[in-house]
C-alpha cells in the first residue's frame, strides 16, 4: 500500500470520525472500499457491542452473530486473524448455518471480517459484506488491512483521550448496550439455577426462537417484564 493510499484512507475516516455520526463512519468504509456493507464492532472479553452499521441489511446480520454467539465477527475476533469467505458453499453453511441462511436471504454473497489490532491489542472488527460471491484482489485486501489498522489506532487513541473510568459517545453506547444483555444473563443464572455461560445460552435460543434481538429480550428481563422458567433449559 503506498504513502498516498494510506493517507487517502485515514483522511476520509478522520472526517467522517469527526463528524460525530457513527453510522457514517461505516458509511465511509463501505465506501472506500466499495462493497455492499459494512459493520464495525467494539468487542472484548467482558462486553460486545456494534458501533455502526451501514444499512439496515448488515444491522440484522450483525445483530444475528451476537444473538448467536457464532460468526464471522467472533470468529475474527477469536482468532485474531481476518475470515476470508468468498462465497457461501457448504463449508460456511456447516459452520454458521443460521447466519448463511440470514445472509443469503438478505442478498448477501460474501462476507470479510478483520480484527481491529493495534500495539497487540484488539478492541473490535470491521466486517465487510458483499452483494456478489469472490475473492477480493490483493489491492484490494491490502487496502481493507489498512482500514481496519486506521480504525484501530483511532479508536484506541479515543479510548486513551478520554476521561478515566469513562468511553468516548458511540463506544461508551454500544458497550452500555451489551453490558445489559450480561445483567440479563446474571439475572437468569440466579432464577435457573446455571452459570452465567449457560444462562447467556438459554438467553441467545430463546431470542432465536422467538425471532428477536437478544438485546430485546435482555431489557425485557432487566425490566422485570420477562422472566424465563425451567423449561427454557430443555429447549
Not at 477469536?78 to 454458521?96: E, T, Y
Not at 442478498?107 to 460471491?133: C, I, K, R
Not at 463506544?171 to 452500555?176: E, F, K, P, Q, Y
Not at 444483555?181 to 426462537?209: I, N, P
Request: proline share 5%; charged share 15%; aromatic share 4%.
Amino acid at each position: 500500500m503506498s504513502a498516498d493510499q494510506s493517507m487517502r484512507i485515514a483522511v476520509a475516516l478522520a472526517r467522517e470520525i469527526l463528524k460525530g455520526r457513527e453510522a457514517r463512519l461505516c458509511g465511509a468504509c463501505a465506501g472506500i472500499l466499495a462493497v455492499s456493507g459494512a459493520g464495525i464492532s467494539i468487542m472484548s472479553e467482558q462486553h460486545s457491542g456494534r458501533m455502526c452499521v451501514s444499512n439496515t441489511r448488515m444491522e440484522a446480520l450483525e445483530e444475528l452473530q451476537f444473538t448467536l454467539g457464532e460468526g464471522p465477527c467472533q470468529d475474527a475476533y477469536a482468532a485474531g486473524a481476518p475470515i476470508v469467505v468468498p462465497d457461501f458453499g457448504p463449508h460456511a453453511s456447516a459452520r454458521w448455518p443460521a447466519f448463511v441462511a440470514e445472509a443469503v436471504a438478505v442478498g448477501v454473497q460474501s462476507v470479510f471480517a478483520y480484527p481491529l489490532q493495534n500495539q497487540g491489542a484488539t478492541v473490535g472488527v470491521l466486517t465487510l459484506y458483499q452483494d456478489t460471491p469472490g475473492a477480493m484482489s490483493p489491492t484490494r485486501s491490502e487496502e481493507c488491512l489498512a482500514v481496519a489498522d486506521v480504525l484501530a489506532q483511532t479508536l484506541i487513541s479515543l479510548i486513551k483521550c478520554s476521561p478515566p473510568g469513562t468511553l468516548p459517545a458511540g463506544l461508551d453506547d454500544a458497550v452500555t448496550h451489551r453490558a445489559e444483555v450480561h445483567q440479563a444473563a446474571g439475572m437468569v443464572s440466579v432464577q435457573l439455577g446455571v452459570s452465567v455461560a449457560a444462562a447467556l445460552v438459554v438467553l441467545r435460543a430463546h431470542a432465536y426462537a422467538h425471532g428477536q434481538a437478544v438485546s430485546v429480550v435482555a431489557a425485557d428481563i432487566v425490566a422485570r417484564r420477562l422472566r424465563l422458567d425451567d423449561r427454557e433449559k430443555d429447549k
